[in-house]
């Protein structure tokens, strides 16, 4: 014990230095996870909306008109065999709060409908279909307290928050409805039914898609998870470096503390006691960072979530102990990884060893040019796996080494660079600073590398979120291009509508497709028009000259990436698409997010070598004044039901505010980072500024003033930052190529495209320089308060 | 409740018992395929009421399972439905009578037609009834324990069948024999009553054998009605049928009697059980053991053997 509180008496004594350890391991503690907490609670959500919005994942019957299901419609299709359920679906004000019904029949629906799967396992069908009643809510809702419904609420954990789940004869009852909203047509049917058109009128309405949903948020948790590791990375080199500084610094306190009597490994012990406690400290410290990081964040995530991939979260963050338990746990293994070094030195230390203190970690050539061997090695391995790897392992590997072998070659190449730059420079106090600076690099190493890969890290997500922003926005370009969509009934009432609407508006460009086998896979085919909309908007990945009018004569068609990708198809090759109809690929468009493959031709062949040709739909180009004027026609011409109408534009440019929000929160995260990785540079500023005296001294003895030597260390401390910063670009970007065209092809089967943002570089070098600036200010406005006479003490101490 | 004193009228007691807890259409059917194969086809409606009674639309208590099975030596297929009343998916009328639940249906009594659908099987059989209804018990009030619980309970035991079955090889027209059972009761088992073996077996000699034994903690009670020929039936209490499992054989995990010795020494019975198929398992909602049987010894001839609560 004794022992403990003599060790940890250094850190009374030197509280910037505990300050700067335990918010470095907190900080880079919060960031991995905050990111986290934001991914696992939208995962979560999207878990809770695919187990639970249920009846999205089915095909649908609905009316053709809208409106309720006669119920004479269901049990006609049940006794002709169709296995369908019923869903009874609304909404209920109950204490000034509106809740989501839905009343599901559990003895058709399929089991995932309801929670613990249904009848056939967990719920108890008396109490459910019997008596008042069962109703499952979220966990934690207050709902009815007063009784006033008479069910006996259950909280579930994956239930939405806002929805009751109940059985239809309950949500016949509360929302005074006998008609189901839909039904959903089972996956499984038995042979032999008869044709549905002929048992019902009812309309077939696809799955609502969470297959393409997935695999978007998939891309963007993903990245936002290796964010939050590299960050992480950044935050271990503070520690890293802070507890080598501490342990460098207590050497004389180790030799006295051994030479009068504690064993070795009673020592380590301690020490290895310190650095849980402190860990432990940091770490908590870090999570309830993270914890309102993420709180802050997660309401503009899943606003953006919701409005463009219409997936359900709640913006509320629940305190899950996983996340809390694995952001401790992992502030623990850092702090014992970056104590490592430190304690395998101290286990080494000869007993009665010099107790001077050196300047830490004070690096010899030799080990610079390890670390550079190693760093090149990192490299090859690197694009090795680029190159030849496959999986998605392989794809973090590859960024791993990549950015652990240019962390390693960054002294190296600083040397180089500043031996280059010396060798042009003239005038004694010029090659001091050259030579002074070169000798200072081992200490600002450790800092300089958090610096490169925070500034990688930024550049790299910047640009891979950049590209992917680019690539999004021109996405909801292609889908959302006109003004309004009007979805008909069927073709001939599509085709009235389009007759109708052609004196009133720019164009009416009918939605034909018809689904087809191509190369054995499942291909949406569909017809266009020749219309200035697809010339402008359409995202050509890839292209020959004048597709659109080649196109539009019947000469070639248009496939998309991931109908490419499958059937490994290039420009000029020829695609059979049906019995005497072989077209040349003229052009390859990105169609992200959707699984299956797509292809554009003109509408006449589409209509002369396919049927059926659903034509139902239309696009609508119209001045965007008159949108409503057009819907209000629309509407006294047509008995179109609710939804049939849909104004695209407005539904876009919410989606994109929402959008350019969410990434605020990857701005606000590059912030933190760049804000951490400075800190890790003050830090090792201040260590070195109180062992430079040596150094300086002679210097102002020989006539150089204070604030003239304050200068050359801030300035110093900037061309090492612009050296790391050009180090960092490369990477940044290479990072950036790997997430995008590695990693994201493995998890996802395509590749954003690239874009650069120059601009965003210049301004992150300009940040970087700020921070730096405000780093290195401090300990040189130290050195120009410093006494002359601790100055000239540096002459009479001998050291 | 059931009540000895209640009268069996028809065709009102073709039609459902609301105000029971649960009451089942139970026909059976032992059948010769033109491909020279034994086969076994099974078509229930059961009904279950969460309350007694009747209601509108969604708010109706009666929960109706319909299960369907075709067997064979080789092959077991079944299927179930489940639908709530008050909707039109399932239900019964009296008059005319039709029970159906989804696609699958059973109409008339004297001539009847009978469908249902799996995923691998169908069947459509036309069934004649060839003899009078036979009322079990006591004018149709079978005694179910010492302590009294009770059913009502008829059967048509004389239906000539004829039909097609559809199965994954193909059609296979058939003929045989049926036998429809009705029944309905509050309380179809006393407390200490874990489940049952019931038997419908057509003899040779024309004569039909209805007999089942309640499986008690201690001690089993049996009941049988034994049916000449021409209809006449004679009921007998409990003791006088005795069964006793031969043969086992497990099936998902449970230990299942597929082999049975059957005697009713009153009518001189003395005959080995044997299932058709021994994988006869209905997994359903709630599982049991449902198939086609081989009678041989004293008499020969065919029949169902239906085993719950193993």
Not at chain 1, 354 to 375: D, E
Not at chain 1, 398 to 422: E, F, Q, T
Request: charged letters at 15%; aromatic letters at 8%.
């Amino acid at each position: 014990m004794p022992a403990f509180l003599t060790i940890l008496s250094h850190w009374r004594r030197h509280p910037g230095q505990l300050a700067t350890l335990i918010l470095g391991l907190a900080l880079a503690t919060a960031l991995w996870s905050g990111v986290q907490a934001i991914n696992e609670e939208a995962r979560q959500s999207y878990a809770r909306a695919a187990g639970m919005l249920g009846a999205n994942g089915y095909e649908r019957l609905q009316m053709p008109g809208g409106g309720p299901v006669p119920l004479a419609d269901y049990s006609a299709l049940r006794r002709a065999g169709w296995q369908v359920s019923p869903v009874i679906r609304g909404e209920l004000e109950a204490d000034g709060e509106t809740w989501r019904v839905m009343g599901v029949e559990p003895l058709t629906a399929p089991p995932d409908m309801l929670p613990n799967g249904g009848l056939q396992a967990g719920i108890d069908p008396g109490a459910f279909l019997g008596g008042p009643g069962q109703a499952f809510v979220a966990d934690g809702a207050e709902i009815d307290p007063n009784g006033q419904f008479g069910l006996e609420f259950i909280p579930h954990p994956d239930i939405a928050p806002g929805l009751i789940v109940t059985d239809i004869g309950v949500a016949a009852r509360l929302l005074d409805q006998t008609d189901p909203s839909f039904l959903i047509l089972l996956p499984d049917q038995p042979a032999g039914l008869p044709d549905l058109a002929s048992v019902t009128d009812l309309v077939r309405v696809e799955p609502q898609g969470g297959e393409d949903l997935s695999r978007l948020t998939d891309s963007f948790h993903l990245n936002l998870t290796a964010f939050g590791f590299l960050s992480f990375a950044v935050g271990l080199f503070i520690v890293h470096a802070t507890i080598g500084l501490a342990f460098e610094q207590r050497r004389p306190v180790f030799r006295t503390l051994r030479a009068i009597g504690l064993p070795l490994s009673r020592l380590i012990l301690v020490l290895l006691a310190e650095v849980t406690l402190l860990a432990l400290l940091a770490g908590g410290l870090g999570v309830a960072l993270g914890y309102l990081v993420a709180a802050a964040l997660l309401p503009d995530v899943a606003g953006t979530l919701r409005n463009l991939y219409g997936a359900e979260i709640d913006g509320t963050l629940a305190f899950r102990p996983l996340w809390a338990g694995v952001g401790l746990g992992i502030a623990l293994v850092g702090a014992w990884l970056s104590a490592a070094q430190a304690l395998w030195q101290v286990a080494r230390m000869p007993l009665l060893a010099p107790a001077q203190p050196r300047a830490w970690a004070i690096a010899s050539a030799r080990s610079t040019r390890l670390q550079a061997v190693a760093g090149v090695l990192l490299l090859a391995a690197s694009g090795a796996a680029a190159l030849v790897g496959t999986g998605l392992v392989m794809g973090f590997l590859c960024l791993g080494a990549l950015l652990l072998g240019a962390a390693l070659l960054l002294p190296g190449a600083l040397s180089l660079a500043l031996r280059g730059i010396g060798a042009r420079l003239r005038g004694p106090l010029a090659e001091w600073v050259i030579a002074d600076t070169r000798q200072q690099l081992p200490g600002l190493s450790l800092a300089l590398m958090a610096l490169l890969l925070a500034l990688a890290a930024n550049i790299g997500v910047s640009t891979m979120v950049g590209s992917f922003r680019l690539t999004f926005l021109g996405w909801l370009d292609q889908r959302l291009v006109a003004e309004l969509y009007v979805t008909a009934a069927d073709n001939e009432e599509a085709a009235e509508i389009r007759a109708f609407l052609a004196p009133l508006v720019d164009a009416t460009l009918p939605i034909a497709n018809a689904e087809t086998r191509i190369g054995g896979q499942p291909v949406f085919v569909y017809g266009v028009v020749d219309h200035a909309t697809y010339r402008d908007h359409w995202p050509l990945l890839e292209t020959t000259p004048a597709v659109w009018d080649r196109v539009a004569t019947g000469q070639v068609l248009l496939v998309n990436e991931q109908m490419a990708r499958a059937q490994e198809l290039s420009l000029g090759d020829g695609v059979d698409l049906a019995p005497g109809l072989s077209l040349p690929v003229g052009g390859v468009y990105s169609d992200y997010g959707n699984p299956t493959g797509q292809a554009i031709m003109s509408l006449d062949l589409l209509e002369r070598h396919f049927a059926p040709v659903d034509q139902s739909r239309s696009a609508v180009r119209v001045d965007p004044e008159q949108r409503q004027d057009v819907i209000a026609a629309l509407d006294a011409a047509f008995a179109l039901p609710e939804g049939a109408v849909v104004d695209q534009q407005s539904v876009k440019q919410a989606s994109i505010r929402v959008f350019e929000q969410t990434f605020r929160v990857t701005g606000a995260l590059n912030i933190l980072t760049l804000g951490v990785a400075t800190f890790a540079l003050l830090a090792s500023l201040m260590t070195l500024s109180s062992m430079r005296l040596p150094q300086v001294a002679p210097l102002w003895a020989l006539g150089q003033t204070r604030a003239r030597l304050a200068r050359i260390e801030v300035m110093k401390t900037l061309a090492l930052v612009v050296l790391t910063g050009a180090v960092a670009l490369p990477v940044g970007l290479a990072l950036a190529w790997v997430l995008l065209a590695v990693v994201n092809v493995e998890a996802f089967g395509w590749r954003l495209p690239m874009q650069v943002f120059p601009l965003d570089w210049l301004r992150l070098l300009g940040l970087a320089l700020l921070t730096s600036t405000l780093a290195a200010a401090y300990p040189a406005v130290g050195l120009l308060r410093t006494p002359p006479a601790h100055l000239l003490k540096v002459f009479s101490n001998e050291r | 409740m059931p009540d000895p004193d209640y009268r069996l009228s028809f065709p009102r007691d073709h039609g459902p018992h609301p105000d029971y807890r649960i009451e089942w259409w139970y026909l059976t059917a032992t059948l010769q395929g033109a491909d020279g194969r034994d086969y076994g086809v099974q078509w229930t409606l059961f009904r279950s009421a969460l309350a007694p009674g009747e209601d509108e639309g969604w708010q109706s208590p009666q929960v109706w399972m319909g299960h369907a099975a075709v067997t064979s030596a080789g092959q077991h297929h079944y299927a179930e439905r489940l639908a709530r009343g008050g909707v039109g998916q399932a239900g019964v009328t009296a008059e005319p009578f039709r029970a159906f639940i989804d696609d699958w249906r059973m109409e008339g009594i004297d001539e009847m037609r009978l469908t249902a659908r799996g995923d691998a099987f169908a069947y459509d059989l036309d069934l004649s009834a060839q003899g009078p209804l036979v009322l079990n018990g006591v004018e149709g009030y079978s005694v179910k324990s010492p302590d009294g619980q009770a059913s009502h309970y008829f059967s048509q035991p004389f239906y000539e069948v004829t039909g097609t079955l559809t199965l994954p090889e193909g059609s296979v027209e058939v003929t045989g024999d049926g036998w429809l059972d009705r029944e309905w009761s509050s309380q179809p088992l006393s407390e200490d009553q874990d489940g049952w073996d019931w038997f419908s077996l057509h003899f040779d000699s024309g004569a039909r054998l209805m007999g089942f034994e309640l499986r008690g903690a201690e001690t089993a009670f049996s009941a049988a009605t034994w049916i000449a020929p021409d209809g006449d039936a004679t009921p007998f209490a409990d003791g006088a049928l005795r069964a006793t499992p031969l043969e086992t054989t497990v099936f998902e995990g449970r230990e299942i009697p597929t082999t049975w010795r059957v005697e009713l020494p009153a009518r001189g019975v003395d005959v080995t059980v044997e299932a058709l198929n021994p994988a006869a398992w209905m997994g359903v909602s709630f599982p049991y053991w449902e198939g086609p049987v081989r009678v041989s010894g004293s008499h020969s001839g065919r029949g169902y053997l239906e085993m719950t609560g193993y």
